[in-house]
């Protein structure tokens, strides 16, 4: 089952990972490929906490606009909540049906949105229905199926493996997406690979607090017994100590542009 972001715990956990500084250097990537500029209207899908939004409003200035859409009503009320800019604003919203008219964009960004959606073909359709002609697409996705994540005990580690990819829809979407959004209208300009790798379990990084994520989203699945994700949590936490401690996650980075 994915992951409900309406749900406070959810919601406070996401907004905890995506202030450390394995995301806000990912956010910083995004910000640097998308290139917004002075003046320009820039629309958010999958908002969640606000802070990618509010960066791009600080590039547009007062003179752009950026919105923000996402499903979750507590993100959007968490976004709300901080954002200073006047010219940012969100809205609750489905990314396969946008509230924003159409070919009212310079650049769509979606970050960590396309692996929950069960049909990548009406997402794409609307990215491309809300850009201007000439507008751009940052689409970053994760491949879930090439996690690496160290266990001297790699049978157990890969039922905890499949049962936190429950938390997406799909979990192979970098590997599928560029057909999708050729066919919607797009013009893929390049892919690139944006790797989180952990040795350890600092605070700011992304595994950080994955351990616990993990075997909570593996209890909601039903298929692995509590001790044992004890015992592979406690396992987790002595090879930290030790040194031994190894993750990562790989992200994909599309850009693409409407003719």
Known sequence: MAVDYDDEKAAE????????????????????????????HVLDIGAGPGFL????????????????????????????TRKTQDWLSYAQGDATALPVNDASFDAVASTQVAEYMTDLAPFCTEV??????GGRALILTTDWDSV??????????????????TSVTQTNV???????????????ETVSA??????????GNYS??????????????????DDTLADWAAEQDALDAKGAYFFVITRYIFQAVKP
């Open 208 to 225: 950080a607090g994955l351990v616990e994520g993990a075997a909570e989203q593996a209890r909601t699945t039903g298929d692995i017994p």
């Open 13 to 40: 956990a996401l907004e905890e990972s995506y202030r450390g500084h394995d995301v806000t250097a990912q956010r910083a990537e995004t910000l640097a490929r998308l290139n917004v500029q002075p003046g320009e």
């Open 194 to 203: 944006f790797p989180i790798i952990n040795t350890d379990r600092r605070p």
């Open 128 to 133: 491309v229905r809300v850009l201007k002609p």
């Open 53 to 80: 939004a509010m960066e791009i409003a600080d590039q547009t200035g007062p003179n752009g606009r950026v919105v923000g859409v996402d499903i979750a009503e507590a993100m959007v009320r968490r976004a709300t």
């Open 148 to 165: 690496v994540w160290h266990s001297e005990e790699p049978a157990r580690m890969s039922k905890v493996i499949v049962a936190w990819n």
């Open 174 to 188: 970098p590997r599928i997406l560029a057909p999708h959004l050729r066919a919607a209208g797009l013009t893929v």
